[in-house]
């Protein structure tokens, strides 16, 4: 993940990225699209980073990558904070309208 994303695709690429591979699991029990805050990056917006999470896997799919990690590896490395979890079915609601960050 690069250092300057806050112009990254996150929010769009991570919702497509949900509807294809979690598209049959409407209520969220196999796959979440996540937004929530990484150390990382620019801590002036309330959510700055968006992902899938398969169980204890996340997905990155944000500018071009195609990343499986272990999530307790992930939360740790950029010290995830913040999360707001989304099923298959809230993601298709809530982006209707736009990508996200939703709650903001």
């Known amino acids: 993940m690069s250092q300057n994303q806050e112009k990254g695709d996150c929010f769009p690429a991570e919702f497509n990225h949900l509807l294809k591979v979690g598209?049959?699991?409407?209520?969220?029990?196999q796959f979440v699209l996540v937004h929530g805050n990484l150390a990382d990056l620019p801590q002036d917006e309330e959510v700055n980073h968006a992902w899938v999470e398969e169980g204890e896997i996340v997905h990155e799919v944000s500018n071009g990558q195609d990343l499986r990690?272990?999530?307790?590896?992930?939360?740790?490395?950029?010290?995830v904070t913040k999360t707001?979890?989304?099923s298959v079915m809230e993601?298709?609601?809530n982006g209707a309208e736009k990508m996200g960050p939703w709650d903001q």
């Open 91 to 93: 993601a298709m609601r």
């Open 84 to 86: 707001r979890r989304y």
């Open 69 to 79: 990690l272990p999530k307790a590896a992930y939360y740790a490395q950029f010290k």
């Open 23 to 29: 598209i049959t699991d409407l209520d969220g029990k």
